[in-house]
């Protein structure tokens, strides 16, 4: 479920799936994640820690779509982090670690609307888009 | 000998003394005097491997839950026996040593400190997660924190090391010897003062094993 990366510039941190999966990432078990239209919860920050997201990989099986990453801001809105992606009717897509900027996610306890929750978060535009990350914890 | 070496040192791990070398053990307030008869090694491998979830008889560890502290069978030994031991964990847990329930290890007035997952990678030989087990019914216990937001199915721990056969010292009084002059000897031997085990016990290895 986790390992220490020993090596590059993620060295002494803990790699990991994002620690929920099933519609909206409404389970708290690490997996698949279905989008809902909305905003889907990827990963969850624990409690004391940060990361940085070193994979993204998707799957569209409906129409042309597009894809925010990013974090919740205290007044619940997505706050992007990384480009917007196009997630091409009937095709997979993927981000790798040396294609994602080393965007740390972390709490912002600032109050609304400039902090943030630290968890990473999908806008997709359309739902049943399936996603997995893989993130970098540093503790 | 006569000095403490090789406990703690930020190194691989290996004997603290050598077979027919004395020890010396601080333990329950006092110190006790052995001499080593026999060193093997205890490697890293499956039977020394332990899912405390399973263990607990648990389904989980909860979400930043903890498992309370339990002892764990593999590390029993019986009296006359010693285990040199360092650890980590395999999962993204934390543990913290308790010298029987009662007495944490590793540890400031107020706070324990834990072994976790990144321990290995400032501490490669984990050096810092040293611990003693001597003898029968002297277990050492193991707690367990969850650190994520999700409850885990396992909290793997990896232990290895090294296993002594020991045996007490008799210290070998001249004859004449008063009942009053032999109390004080054994009462100065268990506080360690240093010119008595000298004289009785010889060079020794000084091992502070359990700091309660």
Not at chain 2, 12 to 29: C, E, F, W
């Amino acid at each position: 479920m986790s390992y220490l990366i020993q090596s590059g510039r993620y060295a002494g941190m803990t790699a990991k799936a994002g620690n929920v999966s099933g519609p909206a990432g409404a389970f708290a078990i690490p997996g698949l994640v279905i989008t809902i239209g909305v905003l889907s919860l990827l990963h969850t920050l624990p409690v004391g820690r940060s990361f940085y997201v070193t994979k993204i990989m998707w799957y569209n099986p409906g129409v042309a779509a597009t894809l925010a990453f990013g974090t919740l801001s205290n007044a619940a809105a997505l706050v992007p982090m990384f480009p917007l992606q196009n997630a091409l009717a009937g095709l997979n897509g993927a981000l790798l670690e040396e294609e994602l900027t080393a965007a740390e996610f972390m709490l912002n306890s600032t109050a609304a609307p400039n902090g943030w929750d630290g968890n990473l978060y999908v806008a997709a535009s359309i739902a049943l888009i399936q996603i997995t990350v893989e993130v970098a914890e540093k503790s | 000998m006569g000095t403490v070496a090789n406990i703690y040192d930020n190194g691989p791990i290996s004997p603290i003394a050598r077979v027919k070398d004395n020890l010396s053990i601080y333990t329950t307030k006092k110190w006790f005097h052995y001499r080593v008869e026999y060193i093997e090694p205890w490697p890293r491998s499956s039977p020394l491997r332990v899912d405390i979830v399973a263990l607990a008889g648990a389904a989980n560890i909860a979400a930043n839950g903890t498992l309370a502290k339990r002892i764990v069978p593999l590390l029993q030994v019986t009296d006359g026996e010693m285990l040199h031991v360092r650890f980590e964990p395999l999962d993204d847990v934390e543990g913290a040593v308790y010298e029987q329930p009662g007495t944490g290890k590793f540890i400031s007035r107020n706070t324990p400190a834990r072994v976790d997952l990144a321990s290995s990678l400032r501490d490669p030989y984990l050096a810092g997660s040293t611990f003693f087990i001597l003898g029968f019914q002297r277990e050492m216990n193991l707690e367990v924190f969850n650190p994520n937001p999700i409850a885990l199915f396992q909290a793997r721990f990896q232990f290895r090391g090294i296993r002594y056969i020991i045996e007490t010292i008799v210290p070998q009084l001249p004859a004449g010897t008063t009942d009053k002059q032999r109390e004080e000897v054994i009462r100065r031997l268990g506080e360690g003062d240093k010119e008595t085990v000298a004289q009785y016990i010889g060079p020794t290895t000084w091992l502070p094993a359990e700091g309660r």
